[in-house]
């Protein structure tokens, strides 16, 4: 079983709409999560970090963590079509660092 | 001008020769990283740095060593490269303060072997 699964996709949606990424997680250590926005032949740039359970906000992005039931998502609302690429999960224990597979977004206009 | 640099961009090169990969960093961070990542599989770990002296193995280190130059450099070398270390390679940093800060990125160097 991996560390964090993600469902890859691909996720197609139009303009406006409000998407939901989710990852789940099997191991109680990771106290740290992150999401990161990665467009086709760039790095991975963080979009949302957060270390306690609840929701966190940022423009029209939002994290929220259940570490009771080992799983998160990431919310965007009124999507654009800038917003379409690949999204990962990320999760840390405080030294460690996991990833899932990432999730391929496409916004139409 | 990018926080983590990373050379060359793009890189094909044939199966047996040594390639070095390059990374440099104006974030002042003493952790740095290096990820392959390929289709399906995500983004693997291969080295780790904690500081100037500390080199660790990752998930996937066979086939690849590790140079830590100075704080600001970290460089990995394919001995002999082969064609399934063809992928897309990325370096990353943190700063391991306050509520470990998370990964930064590096825009990764295509590599293909022949």
């Known amino acids: 079983q991996k560390e964090v699964e993600q469902d890859p996709g691909p996720l197609s949606v139009p303009e406006g709409a409000i998407v939901s990424l989710n990852c789940t997680y099997s191991?109680?250590?990771?106290?740290?999560f992150m999401w990161y926005r990665q467009y086709s032949r760039k790095g991975p740039e963080l979009l949302m970090y957060?270390?306690?359970?609840g929701n966190k906000e940022d423009g029209r992005f939002t994290a929220q963590v259940d570490k009771s039931s080992k799983y998160i998502s990431l919310f965007i609302r009124d999507s654009q079509p800038s917003d379409s690429a690949t999204y990962l999960c990320?999760?840390?224990?405080?030294?460690?660092?996991?990833f899932g597979t990432g999730t391929s977004l496409t916004v139409i206009p | 001008d990018a926080d983590v640099t990373q050379t060359p961009r793009n890189r094909i090169t044939k199966t047996g020769k040594r390639i070095m990969l390059e990374c440099s960093q104006t974030?002042?961070?003493?952790?740095m990283y290096w990820y392959r990542q390929d289709p399906g599989l995500g983004l693997r770990l291969i080295y780790y740095?904690?500081?100037?002296?500390?080199?660790n193995k990752g998930e996937i280190s066979d086939g690849y060593s590790v140079s830590r130059q100075a704080q600001a450099k970290f460089s990995l070398s394919l001995e002999s490269a082969i064609p399934n270390q063809t992928a897309l390679y990325f370096c990353?940093?943190?700063?391991?303060?306050?509520?470990?800060?998370?990964?930064?990125f590096g825009d990764g160097t295509r590599l293909s072997i022949l």
């Open positions: 990353a940093t943190s700063d391991p303060g306050g509520n470990n800060q998370p990964q930064h």
């Open positions: 191991n109680s250590a990771f106290q740290y």
């Open positions: 957060t270390y306690s359970s």
């Open positions: 990320a999760m840390s224990t405080g030294n460690q660092f996991y």
């Open positions: 974030k002042g961070h003493d952790r």
């Open positions: 740095s904690f500081d100037v002296k500390d080199i």
